[in-house]
């Protein structure tokens, strides 16, 4: 993507982030504790995200909009219609890539 110009490629990774949402929403069935385990991300680190690069770029953007817009409702409405509660091997597998990711970080922080 380095032969594009900056105007091309943000509008590039700006229709990939609304792709990924689509996608998200059309499955509202992966939850996201699942997405932690897998891939280490969720729609509320998306949420998070954007809060962060508002700021970075002097914007005022609230969490829970961020959420609003992620979710494509209220988070507390998606919430009660979509997530269910995480099963105790979904919480053990959570834990796990957490204590691996400070592990990592541990040894990367040795070196």
């Given at each position: 993507?380095?032969?594009?110009?900056?105007?091309?490629?943000?509008?590039?990774?700006?229709?990939?982030?609304?792709?990924?949402?689509?996608?998200?929403?059309?499955?509202?069935?992966?939850?996201?504790?699942?997405?932690?385990?897998?891939?280490?991300?969720?729609?509320?680190?998306?949420?998070?995200?954007?809060?962060?690069?508002?700021?970075?770029?002097?914007?005022?953007?609230?969490?829970?909009?961020?959420?609003?817009?992620?979710?494509?409702?209220?988070?507390?409405?998606?919430?009660?219609?979509?997530?269910?509660?995480?099963t105790p091997?979904?919480?053990?597998?959570?834990?796990?890539?957490?204590?691996?990711?400070?592990?990592?970080?541990?040894?990367?922080?040795?070196?």
């Amino acid at each position: 993507m380095q032969h594009l110009d900056d105007n091309t490629r943000t509008e590039l990774e700006a229709a990939a982030f609304r792709r990924l949402l689509k996608h998200l929403d059309d499955n509202k069935d992966v939850q996201n504790i699942e997405l932690m385990i897998l891939a280490d991300f969720c729609r509320n680190c998306l949420s998070k995200w954007l809060v962060a690069a508002a700021e970075e770029r002097g914007a005022e953007l609230d969490y829970e909009a961020a959420r609003d817009h992620v979710y494509g409702m209220p988070y507390a409405e998606w919430k009660a219609k979509y997530q269910q509660e995480a099963t105790p091997e979904q919480l053990a597998a959570f834990e796990e890539r957490q204590a691996r990711k400070k592990a990592q970080a541990s040894n990367e922080g040795e070196k």
